[in-house]
């Protein structure tokens, strides 16, 4: 419940000072110490957590592939498409425009927390495979999903949340975007460095005909993670406002969060395959994969951006709406004054 209170302090209705009866403000030396201790260890346990996620972007090889050049420049073509999804969501912030030092970190973030999803993903999939036939539909909907979207979540979380310019239900959305930025960038770099390495050719015509054809399908997965994450950080937004309920909406967040991206995991495959089949049908030609799978991709994306959109545009439009009936009321009130 909201403004829960003890009897005593309720019965008082403010007559008695109840400091460590049953209320309690910093007042003593003591007080001051248990405040400053409780500020370092959560201090100290987001230090943590970003050591262990840099450690772990360095085991996999993180670094090098984002510093490689033919992999860095790859890398930087296929998250265009979920960089200007991620660039709308900020411009839809009608409250106003996030800092570019948390939008940075919360990017920065996402690169690191993304590790976390890589070390979990790898350690439960071979449990799922032995399953036949809905082995990896389990896999997707149990660990993928849920996995990712947390520790998307967790990269708004450590930071971005904490700081008084998150001031609105809208920015969670903002900051979840640059999450799924963060995470779909390093996720594209890990599947171009491990394209370009099976080719084993030196950078050049020929490695970037490869790499190119990868990035292609990595650009069309990274939207998604953004309109997955900002689904998730709007909920976030709508909790940090809601703290009585802050739990239940967070977990609304990432379900709804987990089983879009869930479902295009488990979708993707045969749903781009019935595309290509239809396609066959229809046009004289034989048409390459590749353009049934970006088909399915952006019914798919587009269907869940467009519901984020609606979401986003209702949020707006009820901003606009009480702002104005407040400019309405000001302007009656310096009427009835004058």
Known sequence: MTNERDPIE????????????????????????????????TAVFR???????????????????ISTP????????????ALGLAG?????????????????????LGVLTANFAALLNSAFQQYFQIIPVLGMVFFYYIIVGPVEETVKLLAVRLYAYRSDRFDAVIDGAVYGAMAGLGFATIENALYITQGVELTRLDFGLELIGVGGEITAVRALAGPGHVIYSAFAGYYLGLAKFNRENSGPIVIKGLLIAAFIHA???????????????ALQTVVPFSVPQLVA????????????????YRKIKRYRNTYWAVHDDKTVRDESVLEEST
């Open 88 to 108: 709308y969501v900020y411009y839809s912030d009608v409250t106003s425009s996030e800092p570019l030092s948390l939008l940075i970190a919360t990017f920065l």
């Open 10 to 41: 309720q019965a008082s209705a403010g007559s008695l000072d109840l400091y460590d009866v049953s209320t309690w403000e910093e007042r003593s030396s003591l007080d001051g110490l248990s405040v400053f201790l409780w500020k370092l260890m």
């Open 293 to 308: 799978y970006l088909c399915y991709v952006i019914l798919y994306d587009g269907f869940f951006g467009y519901l984020l």
């Open 47 to 65: 230090f943590v957590i970003v050591l262990v996620a840099l450690l772990l972007l360095i085991a996999i090889g993180g670094l090098t592939m």
């Open 70 to 81: 033919e992999v860095g420049m790859l890398t930087v073509l296929s998250v265009i498409p």
């Open 263 to 277: 479902t295009y995991n488990t979708t993707v495959g045969l749903g781009s395959g019935l595309i290509w089949l």
